[in-house]
């Protein structure tokens, strides 16, 4: 089986992201008052109105934090490491590699008010944190929809009256959030950068160069079906041995699933392959396109579309070029259409069971094809877009893009998507 889609609202609760970017936002409003404070006039003042200890805590932790992002993202190591407690510098040098190497665009960090009527000098905070990769800086105004984009940290800190030193940092501050852990949480990552491909695995266990060549030439073809700009910085694919695959981001997978792409933002997109069962050849490279095909297609602002068009399409582009004669799910889409007694409806549902699903992929393909080669691959494409971007149903968006209602589409369809299944 190929690959699928994790779409955003299967078990993730927005409620609770949303609740903590707002959180967030609510701190990116007040950036860089100190900095405006003039130093002598603070230090005067201070005599007459002492800054409570927990309040200096939390200033001066900011400050670092702030620090440490810019030095993260200017890829300056020495000043990520410079207020870094000896002991845990292993641990920060091994977390600036992962996130270097998937060159890290946001790290927008906000520490969590600490408790107030206490004193230091160790102070603890769980510190969320918004990441972006290989795009523009994280959007401000932005809502992630998975906790990959938003993180919180454990940390603990030795606050003196002019420094804080960070001697704990760990990624266990909100247990039990969906799709962690990340591959960069845990672990030393190894990359191979392309143009348009970052490929990324564990050191020592995968080698990413192998999959290079074969994601760069995936990417190419992905690229010509973007449909929303921004387009997606670069694609970042995670190359998962047995271990990984049962870890990284919860697991998202069925069991017969060759790779998976993550949509976590309208900002960001992951590709994981197992690569305990498909290797870089002509197979890996299809399974490739096909996952590229969904950040591709869907990356931005998009809206919910049915299964058989998000996977019709991801199928389309990768078999773009080769002939419908060769297509590998021809024989599951024949199994299915003579269970479901098909005659011509292309918004077909989709089945939980992994039996079926191979059938439901392949007819999605048809349908797809079918409607490129019928209406033209721009007038399909716009078809698509107007249902993933637009809200827009299959009859809506039929009209709007085809110029004809959704039953005259399926009714033209019917019969070559019947000699397909006769092959
Ligand atoms: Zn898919």
Redesign the pocket.
Known sequence: M????IHGRQRHPWSLLALVLVLVCGSLALPGADHRLDPDSARAARPLDPAPPAAHAEEIIRRTLDRQSAALIGGDERGWLRDVDPPLAAEMHRLYRNLRGLRISGWVTDPAGLPAGRDGPVWETDVRIRVCFTGPACARDHVPRRSTDLLTASTAWRVSADRAVVTRFAFDGARGLPSRPTPWERGTLTFAAGRRVIVAAPRGVLRPEAWLAAAERAAVVADRFTLAEPRVGSYLVFLAGRTEWRTWFSAFTDRDVLG??LRPSDTSGFIVIDTTKVRPGAKGESVLR??MA?IATRYGPSTRVGEWA??GI??YVAWTGRPVSEYDRAGDARALAAKLRWTRQLDLGWSHSSALRSGY?GMGFFAMRCLSETFGEARMLDFFDRMAHGGRGPAQASGEAFGVSWAAAERTCAPRIRAWLRR
């Open positions: 190929s690959g699928h889609e998976y792409a096909h996952e969904h998000t996977e991801a199928e992929y």
